[in-house]
């Protein structure tokens, strides 16, 4: 069955650690991005791939890395977190040539 | 850049008709709506291409006005499943991603 996954799905860590958040899918999508969403906010792109070795920066500046080694794995590693990035951590796929996206479960970070 | 979506909130109880609008300030390709329920991720509704077209999922609709850049969701006779937050995304020509509003929560209550 094709899906979207994400580990974990709840994090929280101290300040300074370094974390990745995992995505990785079996839709066999070329497109795949991750949000950051706060509770009952809309959604803002931070980084998006277009294919292997393709990332870019979304509209949402952030402190995040991403890489796209292979087509199923979207992981976003934050070098050192801050309680500023507590937040809702979701990535999403679509095929190319299509915008429709479908998104993961979701990892909810909280920084102490 | 991000479309606007209003209203912020609606209440509604079993039965009643509601409109949620989303209008951008880009010319539009495509519009798309998604629903997210608390504790969840978005789920995708559907998609409205330019041409002015109108779709339906059970009884949820939706038209897309291309010339105003702008799109609306209707929601016919509510059912409690219905509640959740209703994004529209909306897809500029040349922009190959989505821009997302920022969103419209729906209660529906007995």
């Known amino acids: 069955e094709a899906d979207i996954y994400q580990t974990p799905r709840y994090l929280v860590i101290g300040t300074g650690k370094k974390i990745t958040l995992e995505c990785s899918q079996t839709?066999?999508?070329?497109?795949m991005y991750w949000y950051q969403q706060d509770p009952g906010m809309e959604l803002h792109l931070i980084h998006y791939?277009?294919?292997?070795?393709?990332?870019e920066k979304g509209d949402l500046s952030s402190e995040s890395t991403v890489s796209r080694i292979r087509t199923e794995h979207f992981p976003l590693t934050l070098e050192s977190a801050r309680p500023s990035h507590t937040s809702q951590y979701l990535c999403a796929t679509s095929v190319e040539g299509e915008e429709t996206q479908y998104f993961g479960p979701g990892t909810r970070l909280l920084v102490l | 850049q991000q479309p606007v979506q209003s209203p912020q909130a609606v209440i509604l109880r079993e039965g009643e008709d509601a409109v949620i609008n989303c209008s951008s300030s880009k010319a539009l390709y495509s519009v798309h709506w998604y629903r997210q329920k608390h504790g969840e991720a978005p789920v995708f509704l559907m998609i409205?291409?330019?041409?002015?077209e109108q779709k339906g999922h059970d009884k949820i609709s939706a038209s897309f006005n291309e010339k105003k850049q702008q799109s609306s969701l209707y929601l016919t006779a509510s059912q409690l499943s219905y509640s959740g937050t209703y994004f529209c995304?909306?897809?500029?020509?040349?922009?190959?991603?989505?821009?997302f509003g920022a969103g419209t929560t729906v209660t529906v209550r007995a």
């Open positions: 409205l291409l330019k041409g002015g």
């Open positions: 995304g909306t897809e500029s020509p040349n922009d190959y991603k989505l821009s």
């Open positions: 839709m066999g999508h070329d497109k």
């Open positions: 791939s277009y294919g292997v070795n393709s990332t």
